[in-house]
């Protein structure tokens, strides 16, 4: 099993900054992609950016230039540095990983999805 816990999430003003961080455990052998998603009260759940095992990033257009996706291979950690923060932005984020547990799955090709608990951003005056 793999876990992936969270944290840096709360209230900030408008125009204000946050960090997110989230770090996945348990049984891995590769991390392929790993993604912040976002889910506002009465909307579905959005990818917001992703990254990949080698660094290639993707974000969503409402946050280009505002929001940015870091990991660190290493530590099995993915950040997300929110810049410029609007009352929009305001949702509960979910850190998501491509997991591959073994040698044999990645031989395989085999990957299985993670998500970590959530983390509740709340941007407001």
């Known amino acids: 099993q793999v876990q992936l816990v969270e944290s840096g999430g709360g209230l900030v003003q408008p125009g204000g900054s946050l960090r997110l961080s989230c770090t996945a455990s348990?049984?891995?052998?590769?991390?392929?992609?790993m993604g912040w998603y976002r889910q506002a009260p009465g909307k579905q759940r959005e990818l917001v950016a992703s990254?990949?095992?080698?660094?290639?990033?993707n974000n969503v257009d409402s946050v280009k230039g505002r929001f940015t996706i870091s990991r660190d291979n290493a530590k099995n950690t993915v950040h997300l540095q929110m810049n410029s923060l609007k009352p929009e932005d305001t949702a509960v984020y979910y850190c998501?990983?491509?997991?591959?547990?073994?040698?044999?799955?990645?031989?395989?090709?085999?990957?299985?999805?993670?998500w970590g608990q959530g983390t509740q951003v709340t941007v407001s005056s």
């Open positions: 990254i990949t095992s080698g660094g290639n990033t």
């Open positions: 348990g049984s891995i052998f590769r991390i392929n992609a």
């Open positions: 998501n990983a491509q997991v591959v547990s073994r040698a044999s799955d990645f031989v395989r090709g085999y990957q299985r999805d993670y």
